[in-house]
């Protein structure tokens, strides 16, 4: 199953106040970025926070679990949209544990 591009949109309109949350189609699913760091997977609809430990001392309650087949424990936020306060805070908590990312090379243009 694949995540939905009206999911996209309703996180993205909730998850506002997390600041610029964007959002990138991997796969048929999506990665949310902040301050152009990975936060978050959306998979099947539903929201996977970073496991880290800053996410989990907000979070621990919620479930754990694997967005999809192989992948490392993330937080299923599967009701981000109704606490999207709580979600917006676990999501600057972990874009501000995470390193800054590195510097792009330039692309070689073909000779």
Known sequence: MTTSK???AALLDGLAEAGPLRARAMFG?????LEDKVVA????DLLW???LPEARALLPDHPLGAPYP??????CLEDALDQPDLAATALRRVAAALPPPKPRKP???PA
Do not use: F, N, Q, S
Request: proline share 4%; glycine share 4%.
């Open 70 to 75: 192989g992948a490392r424990p993330h937080i």
């Open 41 to 44: 997977l959306v998979c099947d």
């Open 6 to 8: 009206a999911t996209i």
């Open 29 to 33: 699913e999506y990665a949310l970025y």
């Open 107 to 109: 692309r070689r243009r």
């Open 49 to 51: 926070l970073k496991l």
